[in-house]
């Protein structure tokens, strides 16, 4: 099993940054591919980015591509997501996510989450 813990966010200006980290517990992360979603009010949770097992392979959603970047450090347990020139339309919670057993873009996929951490961008 994995327990996936989010941090970092909060309240930025639009054209802002902000770096979120999700700690993972458990001697198996390596083997996870890792991801993160998010999910604003009033709408359904959808992908953000994901990053494979080894962190050679990333892939973002279109409105976020060029803005977000997904990195991972296996030694430590830790995924981030490093995100710049914020909108007021990624204001969400961001969740974290792990998968043991595909390369998904689609949260039905995931078996692990992370209790999810605020971006407010304000205009």
């Known amino acids: 099993q994995v327990q996936l813990v989010e941090s970092g966010g909060g309240l930025v200006q639009a054209g802002g940054s902000l770096r979120l980290s999700c700690a993972a517990s458990?001697?198996?992360?390596?083997?996870?591919?890792m991801a993160w979603f998010r999910q604003a009010p009033g709408k359904q949770r959808e992908f953000v980015a994901i990053i494979s097992v080894g962190g050679i392979s990333t892939y973002y959603a279109d409105s976020v591509k060029g803005r977000f970047t997904i990195s991972r450090d296996n030694a430590k347990n830790t995924v981030l997501l490093q995100m710049n020139s914020l909108q007021p339309e990624d204001t969400a919670v961001y969740y974290c996510a792990a998968d043991y057993r595909s390369f998904s873009t689609s949260y039905g996929a995931y078996d692990y989450w992370g209790q999810g951490t605020q971006v407010t961008v304000s205009s």
């Open positions: 458990g001697r198996t992360f390596s083997t996870y591919t």
